[in-house]
């Protein structure tokens, strides 16, 4: 069964200043995909980034970038500049061939002016 | 553009008592879930479906059933409520391929 892991229950970060969130999953798949969502206090669910596991190449949204690492099953979010608008719930999630979207616990980030 | 709507929003139940979650979404979405999000624990997956007339067991499926007649609609059914079904269940739906997760609102619910 797939399984994802988020570390870090809060997290806190200076405006301005980059943040790295830890995500580690594990799966027997070859092929599937990685995302991070974001939950703002609002509660609606937002994509932030998603990444294939055949690209070796990082994804890069504007500030937020992604460290996979596929042979070690983590994949990171950097953001970058932070704002306060940054401050969510971020999410990481797996898909795999088996449809299902499994979820990790979750990251509170709270952006400090 | 309505997206993915889901109906309740907030529902008090006593335990035993019985409802359904409504899921409606009008992108033509293939793929519908419904997930439970609790404190420390993340959204953990309940039921999914792959298209008009299928379901899947997700991680908690234990208490809940579900039932996906329209390929629009993906509705939860809880049938004798307990207090372990207190939450906030969230409804997404998504195109086939690699597509991201359209999210409802949340219907938050609470089991006396």
């Known amino acids: 069964a797939q399984t994802v892991t988020q570390s870090q229950p809060e997290m806190s970060v200076q405006e301005a200043e980059t943040v790295t969130l830890s995500c580690t999953y594990d799966?027997?798949?070859?092929?599937?995909?990685l995302f991070w969502y974001k939950q703002p206090p609002s509660r609606q669910m937002i994509l932030v980034i998603r990444?294939?596991?055949?690209?070796?190449q990082n994804a890069t949204e504007n500030r937020f970038s992604v460290n996979f690492q596929k042979a070690a099953k983590s994949f990171s979010l950097k953001i970058s500049d932070s704002q306060l608008g940054d401050t969510a719930m971020y999410f990481c999630?797996?898909?795999?061939?088996?449809?299902?979207?499994?979820f990790g616990t979750g990251t509170r980030l709270k952006v400090l002016a | 553009n309505a997206g993915v709507t889901q109906t309740p929003k907030f529902r008090v139940l006593k335990t035993g008592q019985s409802m359904t979650l409504l899921c409606a979404q009008d992108?033509?979405?293939?793929?519908m879930y419904w997930y439970r999000q609790d404190p420390g624990m993340g959204l953990r997956l309940i039921h999914y479906?792959?298209?008009?007339?299928?379901?899947a067991k997700g991680e908690v499926p234990d208490g809940y059933n579900v039932s996906r007649l329209k390929k629009q609609n993906f509705l939860l059914g809880l049938e004798s409520a307990a207090p372990s079904q207190t939450s906030v269940y969230f409804c997404?739906?998504?195109?086939?391929?690699?597509?991201?997760?359209?999210f409802g609102e949340g219907s938050r619910l609470t089991v006396l």
């Open positions: 997404a739906s998504r195109p086939g391929g690699t597509g991201e997760l359209f």
């Open positions: 799966t027997s798949e070859n092929n599937y995909y």
């Open positions: 990444q294939e596991a055949y690209k070796q």
């Open positions: 999630a797996f898909m795999a061939g088996t449809y299902k979207y499994i």
């Open positions: 992108m033509n979405h293939e793929y």
């Open positions: 479906s792959v298209g008009e007339g299928t379901t």
